[in-house]
């Protein structure tokens, strides 16, 4: 408890503000797959899976690709006035999103959203890089990366007791958000380094960042890491992307649903999307109560290891983990899974922020955590190829119902919601549509995108055991 004692309040306050703002984020973010491509008839948007994979993924790897430049203006012009633009325009964008019904109105708003999320990304991370030394950066990073996962627990938890009223998802997590406008007077600016650049125009401070990125840029062997973490990034957000539609679609969550029934009524009653059927984005927000749970304790346990060799295990349990969630179509097995890949994005994903911060020039603290949003960047752009094109051709339970309906001949109704025209295929073919489910699932095998996944995560975890042994000497050590 001795170590806890020596973070000062800044750290507490960032950490607080970071708490409310993943709350907001995840409270729609972990609904917006099923929300965009989701039945008419359940409030959905009925986007198709390459839709959505455009928008999710092009749309989140913008904002994460904005810190590169947000964090040298944070850095330039202090934290606090960044936060306070922050919460404006995130706010506002939560807002006006549900107000859209069509694809581009709906991605431009996510658009506008996404800058107000690039701006605070930055500031938070620097905020805890500054607050903490060698000797609690480990735990300090640990215990950040817990209070990411508070929120993206608590923040669907409570958003999905509205599901059936689509707007007030986004109404309540644009409310969780201006919390912050209440704790920001408390926020402490961190101590500037002394050869910290004095502040300067708005073109002087661009023509700076873009200097920065450069001489960034011509660090190669530091661009090689940022592109190998890409690969992790890109199979760990099938968890926002893919899985909840997958879940959806092909897994019986009824064994699950049957035991809560009779331990815990109260989440049955609030978390089933149909009777028998637990919400898709409760399954999947296990993984933020098993990082809530023991993110601190593995944290412990990695402390004294190094950064690098913490990412290698890291990326190989994760890659099995999410391969795993893909598997089988039994809800219990899809728990064990997320249990496993939750243990890997614990030992591996804090330790790239914390291997960025400790090997960032002091006065730069936010430029630097600001690039280790690229990996991020790219790994969003392939996560929505994934979950958009590939997902759709391989494993979307829509497109196959058609194929197999194009397959019997059938002739259907014309202007069928998506949950409508299954149940009518399943009607013309005299199966119940767990029986149609079952036969879809047999006949197509749409489990098989596990093997890309695992594909993925395993090639990131071997270039990373590479770049270990024989490049990384070149980059300042952590250690």
Not at 24 to 38: D, E, P, R, V
Not at 90 to 96: F, I
Not at 279 to 295: G, S, V
Request: charged share 10%.
């Amino acid at each position: 408890m001795k170590i806890f004692r020596k973070f000062p309040s800044t750290f507490w306050t960032g950490n607080l503000i970071e708490l409310f703002e993943r709350w907001a984020w995840y409270g729609f973010f972990m609904l917006f797959a099923n929300y965009l491509t989701g039945s008419s008839d359940a409030g959905g948007l009925e986007f198709s899976q390459s839709q959505k994979g455009l928008l999710m993924g092009v749309g989140t790897a913008i904002l994460y690709f904005l810190p590169v430049l947000t964090g040298a203006v944070a850095d330039r012009y202090g934290y606090k006035r960044v936060l306070l633009a922050a919460f404006v325009i995130y706010a506002s964008a939560l807002v006006l999103l549900p107000r859209f019904s069509n694809f581009w109105g709906v991605f431009s708003m996510y658009l506008y959203l996404a800058v107000g999320a690039a701006l605070f990304k930055p500031v938070i991370q620097a905020t805890v890089a500054k607050t903490t030394t060698s000797e609690t950066s480990s735990i300090g990073f640990g215990i950040f990366y817990m209070i990411v996962n508070v929120g993206a627990f608590f923040g669907p938890m409570l958003t999905l007791l509205f599901k059936s009223s689509p707007q007030l998802i986004f109404y309540i997590s644009a409310g969780i958000i201006s919390l912050n406008f209440l704790l920001l007077p408390f926020y402490k600016e961190p101590a500037r380094e002394k050869n910290s650049p004095a502040q300067s125009s708005l073109t002087q401070a661009l023509g700076e960042i873009f200097r920065n990125m450069y001489a960034i840029l011509r660090d190669t062997k530091f661009l090689v890491f940022l592109l190998i973490v890409a690969g992790f990034w890109a199979m760990y957000h099938q968890l926002f992307f893919t899985l909840p539609v997958f879940i959806s679609q092909w897994v019986d969550t009824s064994p699950l649903h049957r035991f809560l029934q009779h331990t815990l009524p109260f989440l049955t009653t609030h978390y089933s999307a149909a009777p028998n059927v637990l919400e898709a984005e409760f399954i999947t927000n296990m993984d933020a109560l098993y990082i809530i749970l023991l993110q601190v304790a593995v944290s412990g346990l990695i402390m004294k290891m190094r950064p690098l060799r913490s990412m290698m295990g890291g990326f190989l349990v994760c890659s099995v983990g999410m391969a795993l969630t893909f598997v089988s179509q039994n809800v219990l097995f899809t728990l064990a899974a997320l249990l496993v890949f939750a243990l890997g994005e614990m030992a591996g994903s804090p330790k790239i922020q914390e291997y960025i911060a400790r090997i960032a020039p002091g006065d730069k603290k936010a430029l630097y955590m600001g690039y280790s949003f690229i990996p991020v960047f790219l790994g969003n752009l392939l996560a929505g190829l994934i979950s958009g094109q590939l997902y759709q051709s391989l494993s979307d339970k829509v497109q196959i119902t058609q194929a197999f309906a194009a397959s019997r001949g059938l002739a259907l109704p014309e202007g069928l919601s998506t949950a409508a025209y299954f149940e009518e295929v399943a009607r013309s073919t005299n199966h119940t549509p767990q029986e149609l489910t079952r036969l879809l699932w047999d006949t197509y095998a749409p489990s098989r995108l596990w093997i890309l996944l695992l594909a993925i995560g395993l090639t990131a975890a071997g270039c990373l055991y590479l770049y270990d042994r024989w490049i990384s000497k070149g980059v300042r050590s952590p250690h």
